[in-house]
Structures are given as structure tokens and as C-alpha cells.
């Protein structure tokens, strides 16, 4: 099955509400749901529930977090998404940007004993990352090409680390790798239920094709639709509660195209081609770094307070109290679930 089995319940509407303004939200659901966290002040993935309840370091559940924390390629944990596996079962995705010297990292962690089953250092600032159900490749986005010294190493864009065989873990090395360009890449996610890759950008959301060979083996992308936009996209997710994704878009008022957007891949049966539905704005918010909604249509959140500060201390919740650590530097929030084909 796919991330549509999960959808259950009509959505609730939000309203929206400018940077800075008092939130109306919809009511209280009653059904809690773990989500997932990057805390880069720790450096750390962490697991908790939206119930009820305070968070703290002590009430997080599944933790984890580079042991090496002098390794400068994983500086910055920049995002997390649990994954299901037919070798591996339940697995983390983590990325982080490192620093411009090193480049970033990217990793596939067990869950249940947080060993690294795979790894790999990539070119650039990688702010996201996925693996392709069906074929173990694994996505990184970095929005930025990597400078060491005084030479220039390409980096910035989309980058498949795809396994020889079906079944096998993808190369370690970034040579190895499927690289597309793609300036300012910030999210990627796998559309499983039509087997899209997409992926956002400067002023740009993409939907790709994947080109295989006779062995079903990924060969390469080739991009099929775009929306396109003004200002940075800094996430993509899918609508838990819907066919819809969610896309965010940095700024203030004085870039037209900031908030958080709706619109889904439609495909023309008759053209055999495919295109985005028109974009709705469904949050007129500034600097939100990640925004999905659960399967039973709460809101959950990470608004970063100005264009200098990527982090929050706070993720909300439609209808619920907002979760806070005083120290946190809170990045991304993610649902912890996610169901196999």
C-alpha cells in the first residue's frame, strides 16, 4: 500500500495569519501521532508524541545522533525521514550540511540498533534526503556547490547514489553518483503513488521521471512538470490527510510568493504528459522551514522567527499546545510513519 491508505478524515481549514500574528487554529484532534525531530543544537534526530504532555531531552524516545561529533561532514543534521526496507526493515534517512571545506553527509541508520547500514559524503550543503522505494536509491538535495580551498567541486543540485543490483546498498561515493543541477535544491521527496521524484528549489518546484535501463536499474532523471515560484523553497512534504503536497516558500511581504502552498502531480491520460494542480496558499507565514499535516489533518510546523535564523525552540500543532525546549534549535519535524507499496 501507499502513503494513501493513511488518509482518513476530512481535512480541517486553517486560517491564515501573517509572521508574527496570532494563529487561528482548527480544533484539537484526538488521535496522537509520533513525529520525528532534527535538534541541531545536540545534533540529534529525536522522536516524540504530539499528546498530551511537555517534551524534554529526558521524555524524547528514539534518539539518535553521529558519535563523532568532531567529524565536520555531519555538522548540522538537516533532516530525517523514517523508511521501511525489505533488508533493512524500519530505517532512519539522515542528512547534514557539514561545512563548505568537508561538504555534507548523507545515511541510512537501522532503527532498532542504530547501526549506519550505509553512508555517504556529499558535495555541497545537503538540506534533504529520500530513498526511491522499489530500487534502494537514495536522493540527497544540497543547495550549494562545495569549495575546498581554492578549487570548485560541483554539488549543488540533485544527487542519486543508486545501487548496482536490486536489493544492494547504493555506492559510497559521490563519484558514483547521478548528479542533476538544480540551484538552491532544499527538499526532495518519493511520490510513491505515482512514482515521482520531486524536488524544490529557487523559484522552482520539479517532478521527475525515472529513466531505467533493461535491468530496471535508475540511469538518470528527467524532469516532467514544474511550478514555478519567487523566492527559496525550503521543504517539501506530502499531505498526510490528502493527495496533496506541501511546499514552503521563504520570505516576508515583500516577496509576493512566500507561505506555505498547496498542489498535487495530475497526469493527462490523453497527452501522457503531467502537470501540477494550481498552487493554493494555505499559510501566509514567513519563514517556516517544514510544514505537513498528520493522517487525521493536524498541522505540524517549524517557523523559523527571521530570515537569519534557520531554527525554532517551538514545533506547533494545529488545535494543540505547541511542544518547546528552551535550547533546542529545532529544523525539521517529520511523521515517524510510512508505509511500504
Known amino acids: 500500500m501507499n502513503r494513501r491508505t493513511l488518509l482518513r478524515g476530512a481535512l480541517t481549514a486553517g486560517l491564515t495569519a501573517a509572521s508574527g500574528a496570532a494563529i487561528t ?11 520525528i525531530v532534527v535538534n541541531q543544537k545536540p545534533n540529534q534526530i529525536m522522536r516524540f508524541s504530539n499528546g498530551p504532555g511537555q517534551w524534554s531531552y529526558a521524555t524524547s524516545g528514539w534518539t539518535w545522533g553521529p558519535s563523532d561529533k568532531n567529524e565536520a561532514t555531519w555538522w548540522w543534521l538537516s533532516d530525517a525521514k523514517r523508511r521501511r526496507t525489505a533488508t533493512w526493515h524500519n530505517v532512519m534517512l539522515c542528512c547534514s550540511s557539514g561545512t563548505s571545506e568537508t561538504g555534507g553527509r548523507a545515511a541510512m541508520i537501522r532503527e532498532s540498533d542504530k547501526a549506519i547500514v550505509w553512508s555517504a559524503v556529499v558535495p555541497g550543503n545537503p538540506h534533504s534526503i529520500e530513498r526511491i522505494e522499489g530500487h534502494g536509491a537514495i536522493v540527497t538535495a544540497s ?3 562545495r569549495v575546498t580551498g581554492s578549487a570548485y567541486q560541483t554539488g549543488g543540485g540533485i544527487n542519486l547514489f543508486v545501487p548496482a543490483t536490486h536489493g544492494g546498498l547504493p555506492p559510497a561515493s559521490y563519484a558514483n553518483s547521478i548528479s542533476v543541477g538544480f540551484t538552491g535544491a532544499h ?5 510513491d ?3 515521482l521524484l520531486l524536488a524544490i528549489g529557487y523559484n522552482e518546484l520539479r517532478a521527475y521521471r525515472l529513466v531505467t535501463n533493461s535491468g530496471g536499474i535508475i540511469t538518470g532523471l528527467s524532469q516532467v512538470a514544474r511550478v514555478t515560484f519567487q523566492g527559496t523553497g525550503h521543504d517539501l512534504q506530502p499531505d498526510y490527510a490528502s493527495a496533496d503536497v506541501f511546499y514552503t516558500v521563504g520570505g516576508d511581504d ?3 510568493d512566500h507561505g506555505i502552498w498547496a498542489t498535487r502531480p495530475v497526469y493527462n491520460s490523453i497527452s501522457g504528459t503531467w502537470s501540477f494542480a494550481s498552487p493554493r496558499r494555505v499559510h501566509d507565514w514567513w519563514f517556516t522551514k517544514s510544514f505537513s499535516r498528520l493522517p487525521d489533518g ?3 510546523w ?5 530570515a537569519a535564523t ?14 518547546r525546549i528552551a535550547d533546542a534549535r529545532f529544523y525539521k519535524a517529520r511523521f515517524w510513519s510510512h508505509a511500504l507499496t
Request: a negative charge; aromatic letters at 12%.
Open 25 to 35: 487554529r482548527p480544533a484539537a484532534a484526538a488521535t496522537d501521532y509520533l513525529v
Open 143 to 145: 543547495s550549494k556547490a
Open 254 to 256: 515583500k516577496n509576493p
Open 302 to 306: 517549524v517557523d523559523a522567527p527571521s
Open 298 to 300: 493536524t498541522e505540524f
Open 187 to 191: 527538499g526532495v521527496m518519493w511520490d
Open 310 to 323: 534557520w531554527w525554532s525552540d517551538t514545533v506547533g500543532f494545529s488545535g494543540r499546545g505547541d511542544k
Open 193 to 195: 503513488g505515482n512514482e
